[in-house]
């Protein structure tokens, strides 16, 4: 633990028989150490000593007093601490006072001003001056969260979220920063405090579960790590699968009216949506229906042709899942199929 030098050199003057006087001396740097109880040292700041608030501990400080003269109180920032203040282990070379570190969180300094001893029948006042400070840091209670929240459950791509973050945070620190899943956050929305926050956050391009980690804040300086309450999880949900196009799986294969014909309906769906079922013309099919081959990306289904010279196949609804909510998405006209007689086989069907 770092020690404060003060020497106290005493200026000798007369000494008046059988009277008691004060006398002004003056005093060089010996040593001033704050002795710890549960103190560390603050490697940060190497001239200070760290301790937490209500903490009990010794100021402790040496006296270059070789005639070993008895010290009947000391004053340390004005204030006076008689002998019967100095703890019992206290000598007329080190007087040793215990203080209490108190409620109020940052640096304190403690300075001895003045030390008073008694020569012969003389009370000698000694003046400290320089090297007399020592500063003690009253750490600030670490901040907690207590709980965070999302305005909704679920969310799309690229949707911003709003986020709320409740703390535990007794001595009001600013909060300068947080950093949730890696990114830095130092905008708060308005309303926000220090110990109720508000900012927008924005997910990462997957579709699926996604989790938010508060992982780390700056408080007034102090950097305080999150482990405890600090993850909300949600969902973004996926996009709506577009359809690429309907045809005929085997092109190539000759078509009969009347017949049984393998349809391909092909889909954008990059986030693998669950496609639940689809609509031809009036007839539902679900995906029990679907033949196999059959993947997110594309729908093999068997479809009956009529004997009619002149049909349509119309793709009218798709059913899917963004995977919170079902939906049905209703197509239009363009997405189908036309069939007349004379051409069955063209390629341009």
Do not use: W
């Not at 003045?114 to 003046?127: C, D, F, M, P, T």
């Not at 909300?232 to 009347?258: M, Q, R, S």
Request: charged share 25%.
């Amino acid at each position: 633990m770092k020690k404060y030098l003060i020497i106290l050199t005493v200026i000798v003057v007369s000494i008046l028989s059988g009277c008691f006087y004060d006398t002004i001396k003056e005093v060089k740097p010996t040593e001033v150490v704050v002795k710890p109880r549960t103190i560390t040292v603050d490697t940060q700041s190497p001239e200070s000593y760290t301790i937490d608030k209500n903490q009990v501990f010794i100021l402790s400080f040496k006296i270059d007093n070789p005639k070993k003269l008895d010290v009947i109180s000391v004053i340390i920032d004005n204030e006076l601490y008689s002998n019967f203040q100095f703890e019992a282990d206290s000598t007329s070379e080190l007087i040793n006072i215990k203080l209490n570190s108190g409620e109020v969180p940052g640096v304190i300094k403690y300075t001895l001003t003045s030390v008073k001893a008694i020569e012969g029948n003389q009370i000698v006042n000694l003046q400290a001056t320089n090297k007399n400070s020592v500063e003690l840091f009253v750490n600030y209670t670490i901040p907690s969260i207590k709980t965070v929240a999302l305005d909704h459950e679920y969310y799309h791509k690229n949707e911003k979220a709003l986020l709320t973050i409740e703390f535990d945070n007794p001595d009001n620190q600013e909060i300068q920063y947080l950093r949730i899943n890696g990114n830095r956050y130092d905008v708060f929305e308005e309303g926000s405090t220090n110990t109720l926050t508000k900012l927008f956050v924005n997910f990462n391009e997957e579709a699926g579960d996604q989790s938010l980690i508060i992982g780390q804040g700056l408080f007034a300086d102090q950097v305080v790590e999150f482990t405890i309450n600090n993850t909300v999880d949600t969902y973004i949900l996926k996009t709506v699968p577009e359809v690429a196009d309907i045809n005929f799986a085997n092109e190539n294969t000759p078509i009969e009216l009347g017949s049984t014909v393998l349809l391909s309906i092909s889909f954008n769906n990059d986030d693998a949506a669950e496609i639940k079922s689809i609509k031809l013309n009036e007839k539902e099919y679900e995906s029990t229906d679907f033949q196999p081959g059959s993947t997110y990306n594309q729908i093999l289904i068997n479809y009956p042709l009529t004997k009619n010279p002149i049909q349509t196949i119309k793709l009218k609804e798709i059913h899917f899942s963004n995977g919170k909510e079902d939906f049905t998405y209703v197509l239009n006209d363009n997405l189908s199929i036309y069939i007349n007689e004379a051409a069955l086989n063209d390629e341009d069907i």
